[in-house]
């Protein structure tokens, strides 16, 4: 957690030195470098495309945000139904995660139970199997239940804690709340699930809003599953839906990137908000973001 | 893992049967778990074995083949063995670079820069951002033809190709967006760094180092741990890495299959071509190839991670 906390920057000012110099230099031209892709597809976004390829790197000469409007609806259905079906998804994929998530990391972290040890072990090498080789024998079975295009594939492992990441994130969390406080409870007559329910649940909350926030970014962003549960039309998600794009717009380039700017806010906005707890959540746990 | 107080003497009669109690309970809370891991995990990882061992095609019932998906895979198969090919140039060069790049600026951040919050930001976005199909979109327009690299290009009288179209480019245009999104391990980086005891510099500092040999002798062996755990996880995400390289050739790994990533492969073969016991085989060969360079990484480790005197 010592990445939130920084030594005070000094009073006096830093004397100005030829490596300090070159420091900050190194900094800020690699800054810019970072940032231009996404500046230029903001700028191409308000451009005509005459414009994107004529003027490529400069500041638009007017603005004009009809790409927005023309590529919103150059799909069918438009980009409503997409990012209905993306938030609809994100929603449930954040509430069977931090449910499931937060049940199996009590267990674990609380509970004596037979094979404990084996279990623990089990769920942390799941971490590191390739979804690819359980990806065949799972679409089978959401295509026999006839779950293809519907949210269901992409939901329900959620509610069967299948993010070990976050059961492991949350173990590590309520090892750390005092034993004591559980003691209590159980003295006052409290259940294992009041105790859960009533004391371990409410203080793992920023446990909670790492999982909530990095349940949202996966979710949102991931392709691969989506491209293979989603074809019709209107189960569409965001990513899958720019994809369709991308065939359809042949040489409108100002839509897609209009399209693809827009498609990125929502993580953005994440961003912002939350940047201090990304940060720890990445630094404290190797969450990969 | 502290004793429970309910198994504490006071309350010997009752204890076997509380305990009975307790694992029922916790076998409760573990339910949804339970339930996962046999029908989306152990099962699937079964069948998916079972299925590499059949030309299962989804329509009709499975038959077994013995060993010959792997065979083809390994010997008929051209394409296999350009995806294998693509996707370790992809690994072997996007990994390291990545994390070359991690480690400069993490170290640069660390020497108490002002506007450290804004640098870190901005770093970082790209690495949030760049699993998105969005990026991947603006990817193939900034490296295509006419595309915003080539216009800058021509400033300097240089008429380059269209990165994105030309088999012997295509692939470093990826490796490029995968350097680009150092973001994440440099956080780590940067953590890790937090924690490297100012004394050891000091020491460094009377005995007359200089920044390269206080880097070099001080910060670099301080940090192997955390390196180590980067790299490790850096060579598993990569082998899976799919979005980019599906966007960039809008599906078909083409130019000439030079960005053909393993996992495009398989979902070609499984979902296009429908022969999803070869792309279960697919699946196993990939754990295989992860898990081995998993364990060579850990028993590398021995010979350059530091983990501090007491280990």
């Known amino acids: 957690m010592s990445i939130a906390t920084y030594a005070p920057l000094p009073r006096r000012k830093a004397p100005i030195s030829l490596p300090r110099i070159v420091t900050y230099a190194v900094l800020i031209g690699g800054a810019a470098i970072m940032i231009y892709p996404l500046l230029w597809m903001l700028m191409s976004s308000i451009k005509s495309d005459q414009e994107i390829f004529s003027n490529p790197a400069a500041l638009p000469n007017d603005i004009d945000l009809s790409n927005y409007f023309t590529g919103w609806f150059a799909t069918n259905p438009s980009f409503t139904q997409y990012y209905i079906n993306s938030f609809m998804i994100c929603l449930g994929a954040v509430i069977g995660n931090v449910l499931a998530c937060s049940l199996t990391a009590y267990a674990f972290a609380r509970l004596e139970f037979p094979f404990k040890r084996t279990l623990f072990t089990i769920m942390l090498l799941t971490l590191m199997l390739p979804s690819h080789v359980l990806l065949i024998p799972q679409y089978v079975m959401f295509a026999r239940l006839g779950w293809v295009n519907t949210y269901l594939p992409l939901i329900v492992p959620k509610f069967l804690a299948t993010d070990a990441f976050f059961i492991f994130l949350m173990v590590q969390f309520i090892r750390r709340i005092p034993r004591e406080l559980d003691e209590a409870a159980t003295i006052d007559g409290c259940s294992t699930f009041r105790i859960f329910t009533s004391i371990i649940f409410p203080l793992l909350q920023p446990a909670l809003i790492t999982t909530i926030i990095f349940t949202f970014i996966w979710t949102y962003n991931d392709f691969f599953s989506q491209l293979i549960y989603l074809t019709s039309p209107e189960s569409l998600t965001v990513p899958v839906g720019l994809r369709t794009l991308v065939d359809s717009s042949g040489g409108a380039y100002g839509q897609l990137l209009a399209m693809s700017a827009l498609s990125l806010i929502p993580t953005f906005v994440v961003f912002l908000i939350f940047q201090r707890r990304l940060v720890e959540g990445i630094a404290t746990s190797g969450l990969k973001g | ?311």
Not at chain 2, 22 to 36: D, I, M, S, T, V
Not at chain 2, 47 to 70: C, E, H, K, Q
Not at chain 2, 166 to 179: G, S
């Open chain 2, 1 to 311: 893992m502290t004793a429970q107080a309910a198994n504490s003497p006071m309350e010997a009669p009752k204890t076997a049967r509380r305990r009975k109690r307790q694992n029922f309970e916790a076998y409760l809370f573990l339910l949804p778990w339970f339930g996962g891991m046999i029908l989306l995990t152990a099962g699937p990882l079964l069948a998916s074995l079972y299925l590499s061992f059949t030309d299962f095609d989804m329509l009709r019932i499975p038959n077994w083949v013995g060993l010959s998906n792997f065979v083809d895979m390994f010997t008929f198969d051209p394409r296999y063995k350009k995806a294998l090919q693509v996707t370790f140039i992809y690994v072997l060069l996007g990994v390291p670079l990545n994390l070359v790049f991690a480690l400069a600026i993490a170290v640069l951040l660390n020497q108490k820069v002002r506007g450290l919050g804004l640098f870190r930001g901005i770093y970082y976005l790209p690495s949030l951002l760049g699993g998105s199909v969005a990026v991947a979109v603006m990817w193939r327009q900034i490296f295509g033809g006419e595309g915003v690299v080539n216009q800058g290009l021509l400033l300097f009288g240089i008429d380059a190709p269209n990165w994105i179209s030309t088999p012997q480019y295509a692939l470093y245009t990826l490796v490029l967006l995968h350097i680009w999104q150092f973001g994440s391990a440099m956080i780590i980086f940067l953590a890790g760094l937090q924690q490297v005891p100012n004394e050891l510099y000091e020491a460094a500092e009377i005995d007359g180092a200089g920044r390269w040999q206080k880097f070099r002798n001080v910060t670099l062996p301080m940090i192997t741990p955390v390196i180590f755990f980067n790299l490790v996880l850096g060579i598993i995400n990569s082998f899976q890495a799919f979005t980019s390289a599906y966007i960039v050739s809008g599906g078909s790994g083409g130019p000439a299959d030079s960005t053909l990533f393993y996992t495009l492969y398989l979902y070609q073969e499984g979902f296009t071509s429908f022969r999803m016991g070869y792309a279960s085989a697919m699946g196993w060969v990939l754990l295989l190839i992860i898990g081995a360079f998993t364990a060579l990484n850990f028993w590398a480790s021995r010979r350059w991670v530091y983990y501090g005197d007491d280990r």
